[in-house]
T-cell receptor, first 115, second 116 residues
Framework: GAVVSQHPSWVICKSGTSVKIECRSL??????MFWYRQFPKQSLMLMAT?????????EQGVEKDKFLINHASLTLSTLTVTSAHPEDSSFYIC???????????FGSGTQLSVL | AQSVTQLGSHVSVSEGALVLLRCNYS??????LFWYVQYPNQGLQLLLK??????LVKGINGFEAEFKKSETSFHLTKPSAHMSDAAEYFC??????????????FGKGTLLTVNP
C-alpha cells in the first residue's frame, strides 16, 4: 500500500532556531498534503493544506510566517518551524491522499521539543 | 463547524473481552466519519469509514462501527479483543469522503490497552 514517510521522527532544538520537517509520498504522487499538530492529550489539529506548485492554505489562527510550507514536487512537502519557541513543542503529522482521493495516508509523525 | 468527542482517553479490557470505544460528533452537514488506529511509532491507519452507504460499517481486524444519526454517535466495537489491538484510536469527521479537500477533524484519541 501507499506509504508516507516523515522525517525526522523526533528533534530537539534550541529556542530561536528553525527546524525543517519533511513529508514524502513514497510510491504515489500527492498534489495535496496536510499538516497536523497534536499537543499532549489534545486532538490532531489541521494546521495547513500544502498544494504542489502553489501557496499553502493555512487554517485560522496558524501563523503562515512561522510555519513555512513548501510543496516543490509531487512527492515532497516540507514544514519549517521558524524561530521555534518552547510553545511550538508538539507532535507534527503529515498526511496525503492517494491519487484518486479515496484514502488518506499518514506519516509516523515528528516530535518537536524546543528548549 | 464540526467536532468530535471521544469519551474516555484510556480504555482497558481483558483479552477476549468486548471492545467499545465511544465517539460522538457534531456536524452541520451530513458527516463522513472515520476511525483511525495508531500503533507505536507508526502513522495513523484507516480502520473504517462511514460514507452514508450503510449505517453498520465493517473495517479491518474485526472492528466495526455503527452510525446512529439520532444519537450523533459512531462507536467502534470489536467482539473479542486481541493483544495486538493495543493502540491509540482516533475518531474523525469530515464534510467530504475524499478528494483533495480531505480535511478531517479529529477527536482526542482513546488509548486501548489489552490485558492478558
Amino acid at each position: 500500500g501507499a506509504v508516507v514517510s516523515q522525517h525526522p521522527s523526533w528533534v530537539i532544538c534550541k529556542s530561536g532556531t528553525s527546524v525543517k520537517i519533511e513529508c514524502r509520498s513514497l510510491d504515489f504522487q500527492a498534489t495535496t498534503m496536510f499538516w497536523y499538530r497534536q499537543f499532549p492529550k489534545q486532538s490532531l489539529m489541521l494546521m495547513a493544506t500544502s498544494n504542489e506548485g502553489s501557496k499553502a492554505t493555512y487554517e485560522q489562527g496558524v501563523e503562515k510566517d512561522k510555519f513555512l510550507i513548501n510543496h516543490a514536487s509531487l512527492t515532497l512537502s516540507t514544514l519549517t518551524v521558524t524561530s521555534a519557541h518552547p510553545e511550538d513543542s508538539s507532535f507534527y503529522i503529515c498526511s496525503a491522499p492517494d491519487r484518486v482521493g479515496e484514502k488518506l495516508f499518514f506519516g509516523s509523525g515528528t516530535q518537536l521539543s524546543v528548549l | 463547524a464540526q467536532s468530535v468527542t471521544q469519551l474516555g482517553s484510556h480504555v482497558s479490557v481483558s483479552e477476549g473481552a468486548l471492545v467499545l470505544l465511544r465517539c460522538n460528533y457534531s456536524s452541520s452537514v451530513p458527516p463522513y466519519l472515520f476511525w483511525y488506529v495508531q500503533y507505536p511509532n507508526q502513522g495513523l491507519q484507516l480502520l473504517l469509514k462511514y460514507t452514508s452507504a450503510a449505517t453498520l460499517v465493517k473495517g479491518i481486524n474485526g472492528f466495526e462501527a455503527e452510525f446512529k444519526k439520532s444519537e450523533t454517535s459512531f462507536h467502534l466495537t470489536k467482539p473479542s479483543a486481541h493483544m495486538s489491538d493495543a493502540a491509540e484510536y482516533f475518531c474523525a469527521v469530515s464534510k467530504n469522503s475524499g478528494g483533495s479537500n480531505y480535511k478531517l477533524t479529529f477527536g482526542k484519541g482513546t488509548l486501548l490497552t489489552v490485558n492478558p
